[in-house]
């Protein structure tokens, strides 16, 4: 009698034998949840192009990080709206002891202590320019903007920040940042780099939320390709993880998530260190429209990449996505 050498639809008969021998479970401890600020009071504005995801003045931003808490999601990534008369080439304001970066992380860090305090590090939201380093005849300037992405790292770490995370792509700055840290005595401050990300067109709704797209003039670049990494490259991301981490990196991330899901288990593969993944912004945006639409199962697609990003090996996940997926599974 012949018959097929394995069954293997055995083990997919019923939810019990299923759950049973799933290889990926997604938990509360899985995520970092990114939050925007911005200036005022009782501000809770939604962005446009990211339907149900909001900017929080720090008065809200309280209420925000208690019912974070609760639900059992303990990291967040705070992210910063900057007023345009704030603005300049140098980011002058990030270095604002009293800026509303360093009042977000007291903030943060006066309602829920243990909160693990990440924040991004990288020029775009204070530049007038919205680029990520320093611009000077057209270009944008390496070693003079990690510089000053170290001062501002210190400045996080000053206001109470856990975790540093440069998002800039300058090269050299994790050295300069760790160098800098440890010489101020931060030497428990954490640095996850964004060691992989690439110009990515995911990007756009981000830009929306921050206001912090690159402007449309004469001798300043159009997109962030000269620091960024061309996503048509995969040697290069492991070249990039790996300096990170011997300059100092604690975490290294790969970003945007989906589409570069290759490179996250190339990178897990060979690295020792956690992988971060960040699912951004534009990745929100797609299943967001297509459910409004009504062509996509919102929660079922939701729940299916985050599990794609954490098979493909994340061991920490950036995403919009967090509160909904852990109140769909709880
Ligand atoms: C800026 C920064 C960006 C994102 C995180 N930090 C945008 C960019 O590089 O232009 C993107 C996040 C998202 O799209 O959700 N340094």
């Known amino acids: 009698m012949m018959f097929p050498l394995r069954r ?194 995911f990007y756009g709704p981000f830009r929306d939320a921050l206001d912090s797209a690159p402007v449309d003039m004469v001798d300043i670049p159009k997109d962030k390709k000269t620091y960024q990494m061309d996503y048509a490259n995969r040697f290069e991301a492991i070249r990039e993880t790996e300096m990170d981490i011997n300059e100092g990196a604690d975490i290294v991330m790969v970003k945007p998530g989906i589409a570069y899901l290759d490179i996250v288990r190339d990178i897990k593969n060979i690295i020792e260190v956690p992988v971060a993944v960040y699912q951004v912004s534009g990745e929100y945006a797609m299943i967001k429209a297509a459910a409004e639409k009504g062509w996509l199962n919102h929660d079922a697609v939701m729940l299916e990449q985050i599990t794609a990003i954490k098979r493909a090996g994340a061991d920490v996940i950036a995403s919009y996505f967090s509160k909904d997926v852990i109140k769909l599974i709880s």
């Open 8 to 201: 293997n639809r055995r083990l997919r008969t019923n939810e019990a034998i299923r759950s049973l021998v799933r290889e990926t479970i997604i938990t509360p401890n899985d995520f970092l949840v990114p939050l925007f600020v911005v200036e005022g009071k009782g501000v809770k504005q939604e962005i446009p192009s990211m339907p149900n995801y909001f900017r929080y003045s720090l008065d809200i931003l309280e209420n925000e990080v208690k019912e974070l808490w609760k639900l059992g999601l303990k990291s967040v990534l705070l992210f910063v709206k900057v007023p345009d008369n704030l603005k300049d080439n140098k980011g002058t304001e990030a270095l604002n002891p009293n800026g509303l970066m360093q009042r977000a992380i007291k903030t943060v860090k006066n309602v829920c202590p243990d909160m693990l305090v990440m924040t991004d590090v990288a020029l775009d939201p204070y530049s007038s320019y919205g680029h990520d380093g320093i611009i000077a005849n057209g270009k944008i300037i390496n070693d003079d903007t990690a510089n000053v992405l170290a001062e501002m790292s210190i400045s996080h770490a000053q206001a109470g920040a856990n975790f540093v995370a440069p998002s800039d792509m300058m090269d050299g700055r994790i050295l300069t940042i760790r160098e800098a840290l440890e010489n101020e005595g931060f030497i428990d401050t954490g640095i996850m780099s964004y060691s992989a990300k690439y110009a990515s067109a």
